[in-house]
């Protein structure tokens, strides 16, 4: 951005990291992308018993101008591939894509000359949720999962070299398992 | 409209207050499916840990979206994986193509291939996501041994099918567990 790229690495800089990272997780807002069966899961997710509002995901985008992440839930068909791309330029920096249910993922069981077959043939995915749908507590841990990994993203391209050195790599825990009540 | 009707609509937002809340605490309280919910498979043992899987690729050919890979292998009596002439020497589950319908476990001739409740299966890489024979096999319950070894509960394949349950009780199968166990019962 300017600043963290003149200054040498050090504890300052990785708290802003922590600081900037933590802020872009905490209110990740959703672009609705909703294409098939997959999208009632997702709405549902949204609602009362599942509370998605409870990770800072307060309301759905029904622009993707204000979004961060990018539910992509349901089949791809060939035609609409040419408007997620559009949907995903759209969206400011940072952005991530979370692919939910089989289809979106890989194609599912529309293995035809219809339905783009994994929608990072378009888009790069963050995310793989398998699932046909995946249940609304599938889609929180997919989320989850992905603050996780939003943690852990390097800020400006000296950090990003330093944690491509180091081979980091996020470690995925199931989230049931990642937040259990301590005993 | 009358005069106190919006006292009467912060009425109602106000005796939510002492409603029962709907939310449920997933990350925090682990949530535990109905037993028969489709999560991801299992391929299951015999109560000695022999597999019961026969790599016949019926749950192969049941397969609606082409998620799963067998390959089956013969069984000698060096190398004993299940009972019978034949084993899954290779097993394949694509979860990214998986739509979980439950034909595979309806085609298993040999009740092998049962699904678990374990939903939490979302992974950043697509080859993480096509899970081997190694991660599909149940846990080895107290009571079992690690394939291969010969039969313990018979002389051939038919006592295990005929009189499987029969052999399990007179091996003795561990107290609190059953001969089709998954992982969350097995925690239980």
């Not at chain 1, 200054?7 to 609705?32: C, D, I």
């Not at chain 1, 709405?43 to 409870?54: E, K, Q, W």
Request: charged share 25%; glycine share 8%.
């Amino acid at each position: 951005m300017g600043l963290e790229e003149k200054l040498p690495s050090g504890v300052l800089l990785t708290t802003v990291e922590k600081l900037v990272n933590w802020s872009r997780k905490t209110s990740m807002w959703p672009a609705t992308f909703g294409l098939a069966c997959c999208a009632i899961e997702m709405m549902t997710s949204g609602g009362a018993r599942y509370d998605i509002a409870r990770f800072g995901m307060e309301r759905f985008s029904a622009t993707p101008r204000q979004a961060d992440l990018m539910i992509v839930a349901g089949r791809v068909s060939q035609k609409m591939a040419p408007v997620l791309r559009q949907i995903y330029d759209q969206m400011p920096e940072p952005r991530w894509v979370l692919a939910m249910g089989v289809c979106s993922s890989s194609g599912g069981m529309f293995n035809n000359y219809a339905i783009v077959q994994g929608v990072d043939h378009v888009v790069p995915v963050d995310m793989y949720l398998p699932g046909c749908p995946p249940r609304p507590e599938a889609l929180l841990d997919a989320i989850l999962k992905l603050h996780a990994k939003v943690m852990d993203e390097p800020l400006g391209p000296k950090r990003a070299a330093a944690l491509a050195e180091s081979g980091h790599r996020t470690e995925l825990i199931p989230s049931s398992v990642r937040y259990a009540k301590k005993k | 409209m009358g005069l106190f009707d919006p006292l009467k609509g912060f009425g109602v937002t106000f005796s939510t207050m002492f409603k029962k809340v709907a939310t449920e605490e997933y990350p925090e309280v682990p949530k535990i499916p109905a037993a028969r919910f489709h999560g991801r498979h299992q391929l299951n043992r015999h109560p000695d840990g022999l597999e019961k899987c026969v790599g016949c690729e019926l749950c192969a050919w049941a397969c609606p979206a082409d998620a799963i890979f067998v390959e089956g292998g013969d069984n000698t009596e060096e190398a004993r994986f299940s009972p019978g002439e034949r084993y899954g020497a290779d097993y394949q589950i694509n979860y990214l193509r998986c739509i979980g319908c439950g034909l595979c476990v309806e085609a298993c001739p040999t009740r092998s291939l049962t699904m678990i409740t374990d939903f939490e299966l979302a992974n950043d890489n697509r080859q993480d996501l096509i899970y081997t024979k190694e991660q599909l096999l149940a846990p080895l319950l107290p009571g079992m041994e690690q394939p291969p070894h010969p039969m313990r509960l018979g002389e051939d394949e038919q006592d295990y099918y005929v009189h499987g349950p029969e052999l399990a009780r007179r091996a003795g199968v561990p107290e609190g567990s059953t001969v089709e166990t998954g992982s969350e019962e097995a925690r239980r």
